[in-house]
């Protein structure tokens, strides 16, 4: 067996010090990174490091290790991972002390007969910690580094912008606006209150908005959307937070919005991105194009909102709109084969004792048994489970939003196309393609779940007329 590195090594200790794990456990605990390293070196194991763990501890059952042994070893090894550059780290979910108090727990003794059964899912849902669904969950961003998206809501060195911020977050969650509204007025807000230098909130006037708006647009140059957005996220400050006058909204600046196209891909085009993403990126795009689905509304379909018998899919969408669209006939293969990697998935998480999956709102206590209900389970979860600090259970969420991306971002560029896409680009794609093939303009709005028909005539500047059809370049006379 060979020997741990010393740069790991090191490492490895100043995880174990910082942990406080007492130090008469360090030899046990450098054993087991020890078995593992050799473990990961003599046979081919999977890149998920959950699978890994898994199936080092079924070797350690294999070899009759005592339960409490195998406990200690997954915990070493969690903090392993947890120092590896890019991963989440353990401490983001478990406080400091409870790591010293687990390890105490973790001391094999005789006669252990281990009432915890270690698998694959309580052992990694500590590890790997992905965003639920409340409001104060950070998630590994695209650098690979832990981003804490929700840093707005945090306490500052202001008590009063503090308060503010509070209140706002309150007022938000009262009208059920969506999550990324909040974050959006939060950020605003917070950039506001950093410009002002902390300046007391009782003592703001409209004035400052004119010069906040005029500092964005002049010297950071802020897009148009980006403008209107901090105006939109100052006004419900003052009115709903604040209880103050805005002004007259001819004295606030106000950017134009820009004449948008959106991007719209050739059916070869899209055949070529769909050859280069796998599962399950493929089916979140696929499902994209073939029901002209937001990113947000793919990753978030539960298994109740599939009617195969029908070939309708329900969409609950942006604005907790409800919509329904026809199913691709072709996808029905592939949507039947994750159906049934749920059901078997769903299956684990319930004998596995874990508490279900997240649901939206108090839905949880008007059904108290739909966490754990197959209906409810989502269509794309998760590999992972994300551990709740609050209620100590481990739930299971959907596919991240940001793992599609980064994926299409790859396949795009492995396609080598001259456009630039985005998950939105699917949904454009969807609408255009309707309207080539005869669709009127309603039909497409209902299908889109547009409220106004002026969005959806955005899609009649995709389609070139039959004047700009007929026109020639003057280099072709």
């Known amino acids: 067996m060979k020997p741990i590195p010393q740069n790991i090594l090191a490492v490895f200790h100043g995880v174990l010090k910082h942990r406080h794990v007492p130090a008469d456990l360090n030899s046990d605990y450098r054993k087991w990174l020890c078995y593992f390293l050799d473990f990961r070196e003599k046979y081919p194991l999977p890149d998920s490091i959950s699978d890994q763990v898994r199936l080092f501890t079924d070797k350690l059952r294999s070899k009759n290790q005592t339960d409490a042994q195998i406990r200690q070893a997954a915990d070493a090894i969690s903090l392993f991972f947890s120092a590896q550059p890019g991963r989440c780290n353990i401490s983001s979910s478990v406080p400091a002390a409870a790591s010293a108090t687990t390890a105490k727990n973790m001391r094999p003794e005789a006669g252990d007969s ?163 993403l796998r599962h399950p990126y493929k089916l979140v795009a696929q499902l994209q194009y073939g029901c002209g689905l937001r990113i947000s509304e793919g990753c978030g379909l539960r298994v109740k909102d599939f009617d195969f018998d029908s070939g309708l899919l329900t969409i609950r969408g942006k604005g907790k709109k409800v919509r329904t669209v026809p199913l691709p006939k072709t996808l029905y293969p592939e949507l039947q084969a994750q159906l049934e990697r749920v059901k078997q998935l769903h299956e684990e998480d319930l004998s596995a004792g874990f508490a279900g999956v997240f649901l939206d709102d108090q839905l949880e206590k008007k059904f108290p048994r739909a966490a754990k209900e197959l209906i409810w389970q989502w269509f794309l979860p998760q590999a992972s489970l994300t551990f709740v600090t609050e209620t100590r259970e481990r739930r299971r969420y959907h596919l991240h939003e940001t793992h599609v991306q980064d994926a299409l971002y790859e396949a795009v560029r492995k396609a080598k196309l001259t456009k630039r896409v985005t998950s939105h680009t699917f949904r454009h794609s969807y609408a255009t393609h309707l309207l080539q093939a005869g669709y009127d303009l309603r039909t497409i709005q209902r299908l889109l779940g547009h409220a106004d028909i002026r969005t959806t005539m955005i899609y009649l500047h995709c389609l070139p007329g039959k004047a700009e059809k007929e026109v020639k370049s003057p280099l072709d006379f």
């Open 114 to 276: 281990g009432k915890r059964n270690l698998s694959l899912s309580n052992i990694s849902s500590e590890m790997v910690c992905d965003p639920p669904g409340g409001f104060h969950v950070a998630h590994a961003g695209r650098s690979g580094r832990r981003y804490d998206e929700w840093r707005c809501l945090r306490k500052t060195e202001s008590p009063a912008w503090d308060e503010v911020i509070e209140k706002l977050a309150a007022e938000v969650k009262v009208r059920h606006y969506a999550r990324k509204t909040l974050k959006a007025y939060a950020d605003w807000n917070r950039k506001f209150q950093n410009y002002l230098h902390d300046k007391d909130p009782g003592e703001l006037s409209s004035q400052d908005v004119k010069n906040y708006l005029t500092y964005l647009a002049v010297d950071c140059g802020v897009s148009s959307s980006h403008q209107n957005l901090a105006f939109n996220s100052l006004l419900f400050l003052y009115r709903h937070v604040l209880k103050k006058d805005f002004g007259t909204h001819k004295d606030i600046p106000r950017a134009k919005t820009s004449n948008y196209i959106p991007t719209v891909l050739s059916r070869k085009e899209i055949d070529e991105v769909f050859e280069q």
